[in-house]
Structures are given as C-alpha cells and as structure tokens.
C-alpha cells in the first residue's frame, strides 16, 4: 500500500478507519525500508529495541575540497564561511549586476553614425540592402551590406543568372507509340503510377544513340571552397514506371571538371568555376546517351524522363537541394524504314451500278464519280515503334491516282476515313498489313486522260522516313469529265449535244454511241473533196478518227497518235472502237440557230484551232484545204430552204467573185461553182464573214453546217458563230461555255 499523505491519514483516523491491523501493518510496510545502503564518507549505525530498529548516519570524510582562487575570482573567509567575487571589467557595460543583484547580459550597444540608438539582446537585420546568414563556422554570422550578388541555384532564376536547365540535342516530335510485346519488351510506355502511352500521340525523337544534353543557362551557385566540402551532383535515368534504369553521383565539385560513370554513358562537365562573393558558381552540363542505357538494360529504347539533382555545399551555402525534372519523352530505335513489299493494285469497281460512262463519237470514257477499288499487299515495318510521318502523328499511308483524276488518300493506318487495313493492330512488329478500298471516287471536275499507262502510286511511312513509292502495273484507260460544253451558237468540240447526222432525207440527232464507222450514220459529206469519214470529237478537237491522240492528264499529246482503242477502259458497254482505218476527210454536222425570229442577213465564224500550212481560217477556206457548207433552215423569200436546199460555200472564193458574167444565184449552179459563193472580203485571219445573199434570199430561224477538214493538219478546237440581222439591231452570239 503506498504511503498516504497526512491531511488523508487525518481523515481515516477521524472517520474512524485508519488502524486496523492490516492497515497499520501495510503502514509500517511502505514506511519503513529495511535496506539502507551507506554512501562514500557516510556511517550507518544500527540499534534493536523492542520497538524496532534505530539507524544513525555519521560522517567519516574530512570536508569538501577547497576552492582555488582564479583570474577574475576573489575568495574571501567570512566567520566559517567563504565568499566567492568575481571581479567585473567596469568600463564595459554589456555584463552588469541588476536591480536583484543577478549577474546579466544587457545586450549590444547600438549607433547610428556615432549617435546611440540603444542596447539590444537581439538584432534583426530588414531590407533589400542588408543580409545576414549563417557563415557555416559555430557561433558566428555574415552580414552584408550591402547585400551580395550570388548567382541563382541550380535550375532557378533566384539569384542574378539564368540557372534554368534546357534539354538539347534532340527534336521532340508528337508521334503514335506503337505497343510492346509486354510492358518492357522490348520497350517500355508507362505502368503505374504512370498512365502507359501506348496508342496515343505522344513526344519522341530518334538519333544514332539517343544522345541528349542537359546544361544550365548560365552559372549557378552553391559549389565546395575545396575537397573537403560536399557539393555533388547527381542524375537518375527514369524508366516509364519511374524506376532508375541507371544512376549516378559525382564527388566533391570544387573545381572545373569532368565526371563520367563506369558505362560512359551519363557525363556531368562543370565549367566556368569561379568565385561568387562567398560562395562558388560554375555552369552545369550533363550529357546521357540513351540508347547505351536502354542495351544495357535490355531495352531497345522507349519512354524516359530524367532527374538531375544538386546538393550545395553544406559550409558556404547550407546544404540545399535543387532539382530539375525532364518531362517525359520515348527514344525510338528506329530499326527498320517501312516498306510495301507486295503490289499496288486498281481496278474499276467490281459492282457496275458504280461504274460511270458516256461516249464521245463511238468512244467510252469514265466520268466525274466512277468509282475504283485500290488494293495494297504485303505492308511491313509500319509500327516500329512509333507511328506517323515527317516527325508527326500525321497520315504515315499515302496512295495517288493523279492519272484517274482521283483525290489523293492520305491516312492513318490507326484511324483510316476510308477504306481499311486489314492485319494492322499498333503492336510494333506488326507485318504483312494491307489496305484496301472499293469505292475511290472519281472527282476531277473538267479533266481528261487517254493513254495506256495510266497508274496508281503509294507510299508507307514512319516519323522518321519513308518507304519507296510503288505503282501499279500501267493500264489503258479513258477519262473525260467535262461536262457540255457547246451551245445554239457556239461549237467547243467537246461534246455532241449540237451535233447532227444527215440522212437521206432530214437532219438527224446524233448517236454519240455508235461507232464513227457505223452505216446507219454515215458522214454524207458534199462535193468532190474526196472521200469522207464522219470526224471525231477528242479532247475538244475536230479530226480523223485515225488521228486520235493522247492525253497525259489535262495535258494533250497531239502527236502521239492512239487510234486503236480496243483495249482501253472503261467497255462497261462493249468494246471500244480501231479508228486506224479513218484516215478520210472527217465530217462534222450541227445546227446554228436564233430564237428571235429576226432575218438573218450575214454571219460571222470566229474558229480556233490549228490549220497547218495555211495558218488562218481564212486562207484555210481560201485554198478549200478547210471546206465549210451552208444550207437555210428557212428563207425570209425566195431562198433555197431544207435538208435539200443548194449548199453554199464559205470556201473558195468571195462572193460575187464571178461577176460581171457568174454573179451569186443562190447556189442554183451547183456545188462549189462562183454562184454558191458567200464569204465576204470581211474576212481576216480566224474570224470569217459570208452573207445570204440578196435581200430576197436571206435567212430565217437557221442554219445547218457541214465541215469538212480536207487539210489532215488541220484540227478545230473551237467554232463561235455571230448573227447579224436584216433590221441593223444588235447582233445575236452564244459563245460555247470554258473551259473547254
């Protein structure tokens, strides 16, 4: 029982409860301690009674030890007793005696150019003008006044320098990261904590070796006085997870140098070393080759950041760390380019509904919206290990119909707007991908091609190059997408929605699907120029048949002669026509009309084209090497009308070139005689006047044209016809629509 204190055992023994002899023995118990244990120059002495035992303590030692007088130190014997002194310096007032005869420390006496300020225990330093710090050697400080320039710490613009690190030597490029086998094989993209990059756009760049550089801008900061200080430096290559693939820590940085692990593949340079009022600054360079530290980890590049840390001198700088912390960036190896190891492959669409076609002169063309199917075989090396081009994540699949007049397919094998590719997934060894595509559509507006090595091109790539551009195989095939061009009054040769053919016995329209050897249309050509063909309408031209040419893409090849076109798509509708044989004087018919219903007195031809030796359409006409005839729709009198009125010649010479004995009598004469001659000495070059005649005779509602190109050098491009009417008013013209 522990021992009670007294106003607690007044208590019990007023209550009445305080010796019971359980109690009184517990008492005696906790009051009494029967060991007693003498100490040095102390006697214990130890007497029974009845009553219990009496201890005396005696002292055996001779008296404390004496106290000796020192410097400062007065002892002086007062009765038994010792009085110390200590003997104070009076002229100082910075230990004094206070009020309680304390001995204390009154502070430090405080001036302002000689003026007292006061006394003070504590100093506290304020202002931009002023530092005080820690000097590093015990009980003492550095004050500055004013305060000192240091430059800044490492990776900081706290000081007067630029300390901010900068990566360099490499190009950070946003790309597609291609998936590894596993994580870490043979490349790593991130795992917790770090989101994984795999199949998302993100920055990498590829080199030789990876190589990258980090260096402050300027001096920084905090390095060793000398060897025995502990500035260092220190780099951790972080691995996708942020786990350290590599470290290293430099020693002691008291000077310029160089430190380089045991691999050689992270190097800290410390340059410019000099003195920074107490402290030292020097520029920091730290160099990494990457893809060493990958191989070395097993790796074949992948995605990393890297920290670089500086701890400062603990002595002139207080032992701080500063750190810098790339952002994170995938070294690709690049191992391989990508490459189309198969075949590039068109054809027109294999569902006929999407084949689009129309005929010019016997001749099948493919129109604006035909559609093709593109077929790619055999892609490799497409997702090492990232995905993209020109050091983007931009289309890395290009395919090119130029010669079709298709639009250009600029992909991502990821995420393709049309067309798929079978095989590709975004693992980094994927091979053998393909693409394909069944409804590439032909959109060139006002475009031609004829020729028989028509092509398609294609092209993989990577970020960091390309494949070589393959083609499909050459093919023969016919495009025209202009649309009609021609008009009442204006003639483009670039279709046949005017044009006619002249039966036995009336003007018929024109079958653009029959061949120009077809009997049922046969060119009836007029006089004794020779013997006729029905011309053919190529690439806005007038010619023979045999004189088809071709064209390169919008870019006609007059003098490459392709007559024979029996192996030229499109044939959706039957094969195409052998014009070899058409070498006669074609023929061309068509109506020029008015919608006035005003007389027709004269009419003007502007032509463009080429004539051959004669130069012009005048001296063309002139020399009959271009013959051109005229017969009425209707007469505002006595004319000669109708599919069988006399043809009148624009060609040969002038009207009324026979006068005074074979003035112009309508043609009544006979064909090509001075009587059916109308052209008028308006003429000049390629713009051509003839009349109708007297007043009786002139024109109404029309006229039929018959063109016959004699000269086989001779080729019209374009006819614009002008009409001026009886009454004086103004000339009627509808010029054919360009572009043609």
Request: proline share 4%; net charge negative.
């Amino acid at each position: 029982m522990a021992v009670l204190p007294k106003y607690q055992l007044k208590q019990l023994f007023e209550a009445g409860d305080l010796m019971t002899e359980v109690t009184l023995n517990d008492f005696i118990d906790s009051a009494y301690n029967p060991v007693l244990v003498a100490g040095t120059d102390i006697q214990l002495t130890k007497v029974t009674t009845p009553s219990g035992d009496t201890i005396t303590i005696s002292s055996t030692g001779g008296g404390g030890s004496s106290v000796i007088e020192g410097p400062g130190i007065d002892i002086t014997t007062v009765g038994s007793d010792e009085k110390i002194s200590l003997n104070l310096d009076t002229s100082q007032t910075n230990l004094i005696i206070n009020g309680s005869d304390q001995l204390t420390f009154a502070g430090v006496h405080i001036q302002d150019e000689g003026l007292a300020v006061g006394t003070y225990r504590t100093i506290n330093f304020i202002g931009d003008d002023v530092l005080a710090e820690d000097s590093g050697t015990p009980n003492k400080v550095n004050v500055y006044i004013p305060t000192p320039t240091f430059a800044s710490h490492f990776d900081t613009t706290d000081g007067t320098t630029n300390g901010i690190v900068s990566e360099s030597g490499i190009t950070r490029s946003t790309v597609r990261i291609s998936s590894p086998t596993v994580e870490g094989t043979p490349f790593a993209t991130g795992s917790a904590p770090n989101t994984p990059w795999a199949g998302t756009n993100k920055p990498a760049y590829t080199s030789a070796d990876g190589s990258v550089t980090f260096s402050t801008a300027e001096q920084v900061t905090g390095f060793s006085v000398d060897a025995t200080g502990d500035a260092i430096i220190y780099v951790a290559f972080q691995d996708a997870n942020n786990s350290s693939l590599k470290t290293f820590q430099t020693t002691v940085i008291y000077q310029d140098d160089t430190f380089t692990n045991t691999d050689g593949d992270i190097e800290v340079i410390i340059s410019d070393y000099a003195n920074d009022t107490s402290k030292r600054k020097a520029k920091v360079t730290v160099n990494i080759i990457a893809d060493s530290i990958f191989s070395l980890a097993g790796r074949a590049g992948g995605r990393y950041n890297v920290i670089i840390g500086m701890n400062t001198d603990t002595v002139t700088d207080g032992g701080s760390t500063y750190n810098f912390n790339s952002s994170d960036v995938f070294f690709d190896t690049n191992p391989f380019t990508p490459e189309i190891n198969g075949n590039v492959s068109i054809a027109e669409s294999t569902n006929s509904a999407l084949i689009l076609t129309k005929h010019l002169s016997g001749v099948e063309y493919y129109i604006k919206n035909s559609k093709f199917e593109i077929d790619v075989t055999d892609i490799d090396n497409l997702n090492e290990n990232t995905q993209g081009r020109s050091a983007s994540a931009s289309w890395n699949f290009r395919a090119t119909g130029t010669d079709y007049g298709l639009s250009n397919l600029q992909l991502t094998a990821w995420s393709p707007s049309v067309g798929s590719f079978p095989g590709w997934s975004n693992q980094y060894d994927q091979q053998n991908i393909s693409y394909d595509y069944d409804t590439w559509n032909l959109n060139a507006s006002n475009y031609r091609f004829r020729n028989s090595d028509a092509k398609i091109f294609s092209k993989v790539y990577d970020p960091w190059g390309s494949g070589a551009e393959e083609s499909s195989p050459n093919a023969s095939i016919l495009i025209d997408t202009y649309v009609n061009r021609s008009t009442r009054l204006g003639e483009a040769f670039a279709d046949e929605t005017e044009r006619l053919y002249r039966d036995t016995s009336s003007y018929v329209a024109w079958d653009s699907t029959k061949s120009l050897a077809d009997v049922t249309q046969g060119p009836n050509g007029t006089g004794s120029a020779g013997t006729f063909n029905n011309g053919c309408i190529v690439g806005s031209y007038l010619v023979r048949g045999s004189q088809f040419f071709a064209d390169n893409g919008n870019s006609a090849q007059i003098g490459t002669l392709i007559p024979n076109l029996s192996s030229y798509k499109p044939d959706k509708n039957g094969s195409n026509p052998n014009y070899s044989a058409l070498s006669d004087i074609p023929v061309y018919h068509r109506k020029f009309y008015t919608t006035s219903g005003r007389t027709i007195s004269n009419v003007e031809l502007n032509f463009t084209g080429s004539f051959g030796t004669s130069g012009n359409a005048t001296t063309a006409l002139e020399n009959s090497q271009m013959k051109i005839y005229i017969r009425r729709v209707a007469t505002n009198d006595t004319g000669s009308t109708g599919h069988g009125a006399n043809p009148l010649a624009v060609h040969g010479g002038l009207y009324e070139s026979g006068l005074p004995a074979n003035g112009f009598n309508d043609g009544a004469s006979g064909i090509d005689t001075v009587g059916s001659l109308i052209r008028t000495g308006a003429s000049s070059g390629n713009n051509v006047e003839f009349t109708f005649g007297p007043n009786d005779k002139l024109c109404d509602d029309g006229f039929w044209v018959e063109i016959q190109l004699v000269d086989s050098d001779i080729k019209l491009n374009t006819l614009n016809v002008t009409l001026k009417f009886s009454d004086g008013g103004a000339n009627e013209s509808a010029p054919a629509l360009t572009p043609n």
